[in-house]
């Protein structure tokens, strides 16, 4: 079955990314402050920006994580993805994913990520079966905290000391979102 996962909302088109989009990308994530609280590097050469999205597109063909490039008309300016895709876990039944995203710094603080994520997570709902969505953010990341509560995600963990970057451990906060809830 053949699939079209191109999204449009008020502001934004939402689609997934092609090798064609490797320059483009690569340009946005050199940036420095963009990765303060990501699980990534900056990239410094564009080898890995093509790795990056080589993974995603395989990713996306194996039902194992779904990504779209944030554009305004044809540039991009982000990237939101659900990641991590777990449909089952021996006789369980989970479908469940992750919310990721990131919106390039001159951009950000337009209500990008907000309309984006919104998208995406009924996307995931109403095309992609999924029964939850996960998100967490580092503790001091304000901004995406306020996308997990304009979003109606809910709170179920502080993870403490989660991830260590740059000598610094940092506590992660868990939210959840149900189908049935939006
Ligand atoms: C978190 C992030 C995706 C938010 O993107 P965005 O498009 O700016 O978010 P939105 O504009 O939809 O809204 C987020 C809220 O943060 C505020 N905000 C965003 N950037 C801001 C800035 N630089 N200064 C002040 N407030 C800011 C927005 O005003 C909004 O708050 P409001 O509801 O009170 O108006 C973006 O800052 C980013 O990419 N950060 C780096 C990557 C990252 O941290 N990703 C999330 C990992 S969990």
Redesign the pocket.
């Known amino acids: 079955m053949l699939v079209d996962y191109n999204i449009t909302t008020n502001k934004l088109i939402l689609r997934p990314p092609t090798t064609n989009d490797v320059e483009e990308l690569f340009v946005l994530m050199q940036d420095n402050d963009?990765?303060?609280?990501?699980s990534w590097e900056a990239h410094k050469i564009i080898d890995t920006t093509r790795a990056v999205v080589e993974s995603l597109i395989t990713a996306q063909q194996n039902d194992k994580g779904y990504h779209w490039c944030v554009c305004i008309e044809n540039k991009i300016i982000?990237l939101v993805s659900l990641i991590d895709v777990k449909r089952t876990i021996r006789t369980w039944t989970l479908n469940r994913a992750e919310l990721?995203?990131?919106?390039s710094t001159p951009?950000?603080?337009?209500?990008?990520?907000?309309?984006a994520c919104r998208a995406i997570v009924q996307y995931g709902f109403e095309h992609i079966q999924l029964h939850k969505i996960i998100?967490?953010?580092?503790a001091e990341?304000?901004?995406?905290a306020?996308?997990c509560a304009?979003l109606n995600f809910k709170q179920y963990a502080h993870e403490h000391q989660a991830f260590m970057k740059e000598g610094k451990w940092n506590d992660l906060i868990w939210y959840e979102l149900f189908k049935k809830a939006i």
């Open positions: 963009l990765t303060r609280f990501l982000g990721s995203y990131w919106i951009q950000q603080g337009n209500g990008y990520a907000t309309e998100v967490a953010h580092a990341n304000a901004e995406s306020k996308i304009k």
